[in-house]
């Protein structure tokens, strides 16, 4: 079922050639991975996942994040000309300094960074959920957060950008994105770490699902681009 409102970035096959493409910079690897995300977003079969939601809504201790992350990864493997170049994997190590899983890992082996890291979450009209979006007290001082996570020596630390994907399991998107926005500018406990610098509304193609947000690390830039899709 097509969404003909979602703008996707042109599609340029790349190169064959192995050089060539380990010279190509990273924007240009980003917006093939960014064509092959929104082709999924504006094709995929919302009744078929609607259906594993409310079947995964039953089970005791329900998986929604999980579930809907190894769905797109399904769904990206299984198209031809995204495995020209790109493997999608999933709950795979970070082997950084400080432990954790990547939700979606974007993977091609003849491109310089190799990898582009996603974490997932679900989204709904609460500021709870937001909070875990970005970060929250889980209690005693001890923070976390899907932003947060790339600030703590957890996500990225050798590349200068990353990628959130929120779920939107309910609620309206544009005022989910101005709560996460606004819940952006509040620094961190690391402060300098992810102070925030700016942020790009609308940045993949004018999509309004979309932003990207700037941040200090380690005294330089880190670049996060947010993609906020509506499984509702």
Known sequence: MEREYIKIPKYSPLSSDVTEL??????????????HLLSFYQNF?????????????????PRLERLIAKYIRIKLNADRKFG?????????????????????????????????????????????LVNKYVCYNKGHSVFDGGVYRYFNGKYAQNLTFGGMIGFIVEGNILDIKSKIIKKL????????????????????????????SNHKRKSKEFLIHHLLLDFC
């Open 185 to 212: 500018a509040d620094n961190f406990d690391i402060t300098p770490e992810g102070d925030l610098i700016t942020i790009n509304d609308n940045s993949i193609e004018g999509n309004e699902f979309t932003f990207d």
């Open 22 to 35: 380990k010279n190509l910079s990273d924007e240009v690897w980003k917006n093939e991975i960014f064509h």
């Open 84 to 128: 020209y170049h790109f493997k999608a994997f999933g709950e795979n190590t970070n082997d950084e300094d400080v432990e954790g899983n990547y939700d979606i890992t974007i993977h091609s082996t003849n491109w310089k960074s190799k990898d582009f890291y996603f974490e997932c979450k679900n989204l709904d009209r609460s500021q709870d």
């Open 45 to 61: 079969d919302s009744e078929d996942l609607k259906e594993k939601i409310e079947k995964e809504r039953k089970e005791i201790n």
